[in-house]
């Protein structure tokens, strides 16, 4: 083909993880002793069974309506069951036809929410550390780029008074933080609910990760703070918690005009989700809920295990409050690279998730004990 591409390709920043994959596999491929991949953060357990149970109990009905096109807003017993748990689990009432939308994935809505909030040229604030796939939204939307920096002293909270306030179209928070592990600080909501008052700005707050949180701590959604549906919505991901990261279904939850809009703009490039998978989310969201927290156990045990193997080998202590990764400030001299090359242990290079990333790294828990074990003995033979 003769003909040059849309400029919209050239907007389109680096994609992260397709680079960092595409490393690790080539170091892998290299004939030396095996690779301890602790780069990626993909669920090591599938689903529950009976929610794998109830998608092929679905898919094996031979009813149309079952195969055909899904209602393309979502099935309204799944919209219930998501405000079900947002008022039996973060104390969140929501309306189940104005409020809630049912997307595939929350990172198809990363794009969504940045092209039906942004108008081209408008500014988008994406926190630094953050995940590398938010700016994708950003240059599809047209809109610009600019850093809300988290304050690596201060538990990562927002470096508000930094922000620009002119032409904020909209603000990204992420809590609990990929890649940072940090949980939300008293005020943080509050004081991003006062930031989209004063500047008309929207607030996307990226739940992905909410129910995995550690030390006793309790899930913090967005929307219970006050206001907070007047300003903005908050994404929830079926991904993490109930290990469907491949089956691609999460939500929009909160104001219901941001809402509307991920709708229509649904309405023009999609048909609908399976309504067998929809099923399935219905099941994993009211059935037992006994195996997310046989995951989050497991996660912060191995959280533990990180810690005390590292005690006293880095520049400072590890974070990891919730998700399934651990936030590394790597001692002078030790790279990701080099980790990768010299050691064959692979950690997710900081300077990818932002320019405060630098000299940071992401190790993932999403791994089995074994791996995590052989991974661990590989880094602390290069600390020291």
């Known amino acids: 083909m003769t003909r040059p591409r849309p400029q919209l390709f050239d907007r389109l920043p680096e994609q992260y993880f397709t680079n960092l ?11 030396r002793e095996p690779l301890v ?28 309506r079952i195969h055909g096109y899904a209602p393309f807003s979502g099935l309204p017993a799944l919209k219930d069951a ?17 409020e809630v939308a049912v997307i595939p994935g929350t990172k198809t809505a990363l794009v969504d929410l940045a092209v039906v909030l942004a108008d081209t040229g408008e500014t988008i ?6 995940y590398p796939d938010y700016p994708s939204g950003v240059a599809l939307a047209g809109a610009r780029l600019e850093p809300l920096p988290l304050d690596a002293d201060a538990d990562f909270t927002p470096e508000w008074d930094r922000a620009p306030r002119a032409d904020v ?8 933080s990929n890649p940072c592990g940090v949980t939300v600080r008293p005020g943080v909501f509050e004081e991003s609910v006062r930031f989209a008052e004063a500047t008309g700005a929207a607030i996307v707050h990226d739940f992905a990760y909410g129910d995995l949180v550690f030390d006793g701590r309790a ?5 219970a703070t006050p206001g907070a ?15 469907m990261a491949g089956w691609r279904l999460g939500f929009v939850v909160g104001n219901a005009e941001i809402v509307a809009r991920v709708d ?3 309405d023009h490039h999609r048909a609908g989700i399976f309504a067998a998978l929809q099923e399935a989310g219905i099941a994993a969201l009211t059935g037992p809920q006994d195996t997310v927290e046989e995951r989050r156990a497991a996660y912060e045990r191995r959280r533990d295990r990180v810690v005390e193997a590292l005690r006293g080998l880095l520049p400072r202590e590890p974070t990891s409050e919730g998700t399934f990764y651990v936030w590394l400030e790597l001692p002078d001299g030790v790279t990701p690279e080099s980790l990768l090359t010299e050691h064959r242990v692979a950690l997710a290079p900081g300077a990818g998730f932002g320019a405060r990333g630098e000299g940071w790294a992401r190790l993932s828990l999403a791994v089995t004990d074994e791996t995590l074990a052989a991974g661990l003995d590989r880094f602390r033979l290069a600390l020291a």
């Open 125 to 130: 604030l994406l926190p630094d550390p953050g």
């Open 229 to 243: 549906k007047d300003v903005g919505v908050e994404m929830f991901s079926m991904s993490k918690l109930y290990g």
């Open 21 to 31: 994959f595409a490393t690790v596999r080539a170091a892998a491929a290299r004939d």
């Open 169 to 176: 179209a909209a603000v990204y928070l992420n809590y609990p």
């Open 264 to 266: 229509l703009l649904q």
């Open 82 to 98: 998501v405000v079900a748990r947002y008022r039996d689990v973060y104390g969140v009432d929501l309306d189940p036809e104005r």
């Open 219 to 223: 899930p913090q959604s967005f929307l």
């Open 37 to 64: 991949d602790l780069a990626r953060g993909n669920p090591e357990l599938g689903p529950p069974p009976h929610v794998v149970e109830r998608l092929a109990e679905v898919a094996r009905d031979p009813d149309p």
